[in-house]
């Protein structure tokens, strides 16, 4: 358990006093990201907890937002001036003591000490395969063979995908259906040798790092002593677009005045719409930031290196093979980024471009390489039926798991498979009809780009009959994966099944199968589902006939405009589990049963009391309305 864990579950406790923290002053800012439901929970949680238990906040909460235009900076900005006025002002400066100004350069973490040209080259053996003594991690990586690299789309569709498969014999590593591989990338050898260039750096140099303060301890994935070319290649990401303290930091090196003043904007806060058009929007990399500014940076020191450049970051992909179906075998899906932005260079992705470019014919390819357990979760019964929606790459965990259901003998499976193109990018299209054909997998396809008009089909309205389906038939295990801006159809579907077996006093608050959350349903809500679902039924051959038990079957639709208001009251009464709702009026059972007998009777009456509850509904939305309209007549009035 660690530091923060322990710290958190004490917070909570429910033996503290409401007094605890009554002499603690705090502020609280979060990083977070928009676009994820719970944004910045953590945040807000710890700022509450701590104002039940006496705390005073210095400052407001501040929440950073990674969608913002200008990043989190937008909010920390502003955040950490008022922050260090409130620390000033409560807790001054000692005497003897002076505030570090913010144009000082600090010193660097590490220092280079060059060697003799005839020291040893142990980098070269960092990548060499070994009987690891414990299981791979990103300390310790595991160096994986490249067997395979094959492209799985056309060579005339625009994405390049590729299927490639890595040796993992010795390696001790086991993973099951749903696991992320995690690949620790490398620059390209063009973009290091301009980079070397450009700082005026001798690559097969030799070097000792040395930290510069004596408790930082030295990053463990470059050997000691190392080359400028294993840095650079290895350890420096050059490609990733640099961050404001990227031009703070470069700025104090400039010896060039005009460049210097420009660093200075764009690290400064009013030059950060500046630096997002430059940087943020192209998609600017360090390397070409780095051309651009051409005296500052040969001026940069070789000990400053890794504080001005982050280390690269591992990847996470999907693993898309069972162990079971390929011992010793570990599979991947990559699509290979490549964008197009103003700039005339097209956007390329790290490493989904480095590990297209590996030709395992060339000779012995090795990728460091480690295995953590992924999100999604599998039933643990392997007999347990499982529906599966995976667009595009997203099908790659669905893949492993279905080699692994299938080689236990397991069938059951159904997988929703969207794409553009069927003869472009339908990935693994061969090995899916093979199972489709022994009877191990029933495959549903929607291809967006090869039909037209009213037969254009995608993967989101597949994926809505098959929720709906699975709720409806009692499949425990419905997964997904990479379907974004298609949960919405996903949503209104599996809601509609929950219309069909939730009782009258579940509807008003369901929890959604896709996000897990609860979510309150007004009943105009209600109704238009129930009235969906149950037009759902009717239709011949629709898998919503599926469900149990059904709704009551409605009579024929009679023509005319009598026809179609007493179709619009029939389908209101079926659709309510309370004897029939409108948007306005609630009908009693009494007034129901009655409308029905007095349909067999008499049916001028009929259409005749119908068209008086259909005038009572439009008074009653009359009322509603007009005393607005009577407050907008007399504001009209005395503005006049």
């Known amino acids: 358990m660690c530091l923060f864990q322990m710290f958190w579950r004490f917070l909570f406790r429910k033996s503290l006093p409401a007094s605890s923290l009554c ?20 945040a807000k949680k710890l700022h509450k907890r701590l104002l039940q238990l006496g705390g005073n ?13 200008l990043g989190p900076d937008a909010v920390v900005d502003p955040w950490l001036v008022a922050l260090w006025e409130k620390i000033l002002a409560l807790y001054p400066v000692p005497p003897g003591l002076e505030i570090i100004s913010p144009d000082a ?49 056309a060579q005339s569709h625009f994405q390049d995908v590729r299927l490639i498969e890595f040796d993992i014999a010795g390696s001790g590593i086991t993973f099951s259906a749903g696991d992320v591989v995690m690949i620790q990338p490398q620059n390209c050898p063009e973009d290091v040798q301009q980079f070397c260039q450009l700082l005026r750096l001798e690559p097969h140099r030799r070097f000792m790092l040395e930290p510069t303060d004596p408790g930082t301890s030295l990053p463990p994935l470059l050997p000691q002593p190392c080359t400028i070319q294993y840095l650079v290649t290895h350890y420096l990401d050059i490609s990733c677009v640099p961050r404001r303290s990227f031009f703070e930091l470069l700025a104090s090196f400039s010896t060039n005045e005009l460049e210097r003043e420009k660093l200075q904007e764009f690290s400064s806060a009013q030059g950060q719409e500046e630096l997002y058009s430059y940087c943020n929007r192209p998609r600017r990399t360090t390397l070409e930031v780095l051309w651009d500014f051409p005296h500052s940076t040969c001026a940069i020191p070789a000990d400053y ?100 259901r299938v080689a236990l003998g397991h069938r059951g499976n159904c997988l929703f498979f969207g794409c553009r193109h069927q003869s472009k990018d339908f990935y693994c299209q061969a090995e899916w009809e093979e199972l489709v054909t022994k009877g191990f997998l029933t495959l549903f396809t929607a291809f967006s780009r090869d039909q037209v008009g009213a037969q254009k089909r995608r993967v ?37 099944a929950i219309m069909d077996t939730a009782t009258g006093a579940e509807l008003g608050r369901v929890r959604c199968p896709i996000c897990r959350q609860k979510t309150p ?120």
């Open 521 to 640: 349903m007004l009943e105009w809500e209600i109704c238009k589902l129930q009235e969906e679902l149950l037009l759902l039924h009717a239709q011949p051959g629709s898998p919503g006939a599926l469900a149990t038990p059904r709704p009551p079957a409605l009579p024929p639709r009679r023509p005319g405009l009598a026809g179609a208001l007493e179709h619009r009251f029939q389908v209101r009464f079926h659709t309510s589990r309370m004897f029939g709702c409108l948007p306005c009026v609630r009908y009693p059972p009494c007034l129901i049963r009655a409308l029905t007998r007095l349909e067999r009777r008499c049916r001028c009456c009929y259409l005749l009391l119908l068209a008086l509850l259909l005038a009572a509904e439009m008074l009653s939305l009359l009322l509603i309305f007009l005393p607005i309209l009577l407050m907008v007549m007399l504001f009209l009035i005395l503005d006049k």
């Open 105 to 153: 350069r600090l010193p660097p973490k590490y220092t280079l000490h060059y060697l003799p040209e005839d020291s040893p080259h142990p980098e070269s053996a960092v990548l060499q395969p070994a009987a690891p003594r414990a299981a791979p991690c990103e300390l310790q990586p595991f160096a994986a063979r490249v067997v395979s690299n094959q492209r799985v789309t």
């Open 57 to 69: 906040p210095l400052l407001p909460v501040a929440l950073g937002d990674d969608q913002h235009d």
């Open 460 to 496: 989101g309205t597949s994926a809505s009959q098959v929720a709906l389906m699975g709720l409806c038939q009692g499949v425990p295990c419905t997964c997904w994966h990479d379907l974004r801006g298609i949960c919405h159809g996903l949503c209104r579907a599996c809601l509609r």
């Open 305 to 404: 290196l890794l504080d001005l450049i982050p280390r690269i970051r591992p990847r996470a992909f999907s693993i898309a093979s069972s162990l079971l179906a390929h011992p010793e075998r570990m599979q991947i899906l990559v699509a290979v980024v490549q964008y197009k932005t103003r700039l005339s260079k097209a956007r390329r992705g790290l490493c989904s471009t480095w590990l297209a470019s590996l030709n395992p014919e060339q000779g012995d390819i090795r990728v460091p390489l480690w295995v953590k357990k992924g999100g999604m979760k599998f039933p643990a019964d392997p007999a347990t039926p499982v529906i599966m929606i995976g667009p595009g790459t997203g099908v790659a965990p669905f893949r492993a798991a279905i080699q692994e």
């Open 23 to 42: 002499q603690l002053d705090y502020a609280v800012l979060g990083l977070g990201d928009s676009s994820y439901p719970k944004f910045n929970f953590i």
